[in-house]
Every structure is written in structure tokens, then in C-alpha cells.
């Protein structure tokens, strides 16, 4: 998990403060974000910055859409993604996408609360696997989207990380304060979201949050941010007793299938490089998700002091951090004896079903060789 020094904490609070600032003196969100960007980067110029923060915007409305959908038919979410990464593809490329995304997502929640050791061993197996030519048939392909889509729909990627963000938390407020984690920017929270993504995306490039991928796009960030501050939201949901335990579990299901299917987007290509990329920055995202998680609560510590400057975009209206830290210590007791001892039998099988196909590819290639 990753840690921060005193002197990172202090540096990422008065950098909150100072942004807040901001835009309670009048300066808009868009403006905000081209700053960030041209003070955390180096030769960046405020009209790169514009173009970021508007694609960080873009992003951040994808997810908000794509979460509904999600919500409303996972089913159809799923179906509608498959078929755009789809587009320009043959067969075999298509059966090699779905083989090496399926075992990717798979891999990562059979090594929920594992150490590294398996998770360097399922990637070198990862690595190997392939589908031929002759293999990419009509009906190949039907299996392995089936198998991507089922991976994606019951992966554990927001379920085992739960104890480790609520220590995280809890370590990082006060005894005696209870600080607003969720803010209500009155009709203003997709930008909200957007500055913490400008914010955490230029830490992670200048390598200020260390052990995180530097190649991590914009949109990769802004998504995490997303998926974190949503489900901050349904473990305090979970804490004041308005959204059930097994609910909230389900929900962050769905959370993280749309999660996943952000990251997938942005790292579409096909092969060993795009299996080492999208395979490296699953396992990247619980470290990710306590970035966030510091990033949001700095924000919130320096949101008092912003609403004393003016009375512009809202109020704290959570109870505070120990409420999702409750909620998040509730979900995470029901789903270790439940949702996640399930997730990993699931992700076992389809990961023994797509390795089945490494094995007779072996078998094949030692026959062409004694004969």
C-alpha cells in the first residue's frame, strides 16, 4: 500500500487549499486545471492545459453515463463495449483481445489479499498466451468474449481493497475531527472531480506519488477518481443505515466492471504489449485508490477554509470520514466470507479455461517436434 511522508501530506493540503481558493474567487474550474497542469509539469504551456482539463471534462461526463448504463442493464454495457473494441478487427485479433482481457481480470482476483510472488507468475503465464490462425474460429471467439464479459462482470477490483483504504483513511484524520470525504458542489461535482483528476494525474507524471505507472493516461486517473468518490459514497450510504450491506456489495460490482471497462478503452491494443500494460495497471489500482483517497480528503480538509472566503458551489454534507471508513469495515466483513471466496472460485475457472488453451498449444508444438 502506499504511504506518504509528513512533508507530501503538507505539501498536497496547501496545494488544496490554494485551488480552492481559486475558485471561490471567481476563477473557473477549466482555468483551475490548466494551472494545475502547468505547475506540477514541467515546459507545459495553460493552453495544453486547456486542452487536458477538457478531456479530463469528457472523461469524467464517459463515466457518469457509462455507470447509468451500467446500472440500468449490466448485461447491454458489457455487449456494447465488446462490440467497439470490436471495430477494425479480425478474428484472430479479436480472440487474442478477449483471451488476454479475460485472463488479465481473472488473474487479478485470483490474488485478492495474495502477495506479488503470484501475481509475477500469473502474468508470465499471461504472457504466453496466444490463439493461432487456425484456432480463431467463429465459435473461439464466442467462448472467449463470453469468458472476458463474465470476468469483467464478477471481478473482486473494488471488493478487496476495502480494509486496506479504511486503515489508510482513519489514518489520516484526527482523532478529534470528523472531515467531510463528500462534498455537494450543487450541480458542480463532475468538475469537482475533474480538478482532483488533474490534480492526482500531474502528481503521478512528476512522480510525487511514488510507485504508481508514470504512464498513466489522464483518462485512466480520471476514472479511478470516479470509481473512488462513488464508492465513497456507497460505504457512507452503508454507515447511516440507508443502503443495505449485500446492496452495496452488488453495486460495487458494477462500479468495478465499468472501472474496468474505462481502463480497457484506454489501452486497446492488442498483444503482449497491451497485456503487460492493462495487467500492470490492474494491479496498480488499489494503490491508486489510496492516492485518491488522500487527494479527496486534503480537498476536504481545506474545503473549511474555502467556504469562509465565499459562498460559492455548496456545504460538507457527510457526516465525515469515520462514516465511509464504517461503511467501508461493514461491506468488507460481509463480502471477505461471501462475495470474494466467490469472485475467486469464478475467476479460477475462466482462468483454468483459457490456460487449457496454452496447454494444448504446447501439446501441439512438442508433437510437430518428435514427428
Not at 494491479?283 to 467556504?307: E, Y
Request: aromatic share 6%.
Amino acid at each position: 500500500m502506499t504511504t506518504f511522508t509528513k512533508e507530501q501530506i503538507e505539501m498536497l493540503k496547501a496545494e488544496a487549499a490554494s485551488i480552492l481558493k481559486n475558485i471561490a474567487e471567481g476563477q473557473s474550474v477549466r482555468d483551475v486545471m490548466a494551472q494545475i497542469y502547468v505547475d506540477n509539469l514541467d515546459e507545459k504551456t495553460i493552453s495544453q492545459g486547456q486542452l487536458m482539463a477538457g478531456g479530463i471534462l469528457q472523461s469524467v461526463e464517459r463515466f457518469d453515463a457509462d455507470y447509468q448504463k451500467a446500472r440500468e442493464d449490466m448485461d447491454r454495457f458489457i455487449q456494447g463495449f465488446q462490440e467497439k473494441i470490436d471495430e477494425g478487427k479480425n478474428c484472430v485479433e479479436r480472440c487474442n483481445y478477449w483471451l488476454k482481457l479475460g485472463a488479465a481480470v481473472s488473474a487479478y482476483t485470483i490474488t485478492l489479499g495474495e502477495d506479488s510472488a503470484n501475481q509475477e507468475k500469473l502474468f508470465q503465464e499471461l504472457e504466453e498466451l496466444s490463439v493461432s490462425e487456425e484456432e480463431a474460429t467463429p465459435q473461439k471467439e464466442k467462448e472467449l468474449r463470453s469468458q472476458a464479459a463474465e470476468a469483467i462482470r464478477n471481478s473482486g477490483i473494488l471488493l478487496g481493497t476495502l480494509v486496506e483504504q479504511a486503515e489508510a483513511l482513519e489514518a489520516l484524520d484526527d482523532a478529534e475531527e470528523a472531515a467531510a470525504l463528500l462534498i455537494d458542489f450543487s450541480g458542480h461535482e463532475a468538475e469537482y472531480r475533474a480538478v482532483v483528476s488533474m490534480l492526482a494525474y500531474t502528481k503521478i507524471k512528476n512522480g510525487t506519488f511514488e510507485g504508481m505507472p508514470v504512464d498513466m493516461t489522464a483518462a485512466q486517473v480520471t476514472s479511478i477518481v470516479c470509481a473512488e468518490m462513488e464508492q465513497a459514497r456507497i460505504m457512507e450510504s452503508v454507515a447511516n443505515g440507508s443502503q443495505a450491506i449485500d446492496l452495496a456489495a452488488g453495486l460495487l460490482y458494477i462500479l468495478g466492471a465499468v472501472l474496468l471497462v474505462e481502463l480497457a478503452l484506454s489501452a486497446s491494443a492488442i498483444g503482449v504489449a497491451f497485456a503487460l500494460t492493462f495487467f500492470r495497471l490492474v494491479f496498480a489500482i488499489p494503490a491508486a485508490l489510496m492516492i485518491v483517497g488522500v487527494v479527496l480528503h486534503l480537498f476536504d480538509k481545506a474545503n473549511s477554509a474555502w467556504q469562509k472566503q465565499a459562498e460559492v458551489v455548496g456545504k460538507a454534507v457527510s457526516t465525515g470520514v469515520r462514516w465511509v471508513v464504517k461503511g467501508m469495515k461493514a461491506v468488507a466483513g460481509f463480502v471477505t466470507g461471501t462475495a470474494i471466496p466467490s469472485a475467486i472460485h469464478l475467476a479460477v475457472g475462466i482462468w483454468d479455461k483459457l490456460t487449457d488453451l496454452k496447454s494444448r498449444n504446447r501439446q501441439r508444438e512438442n508433437e510437430l517436434v518428435t514427428q
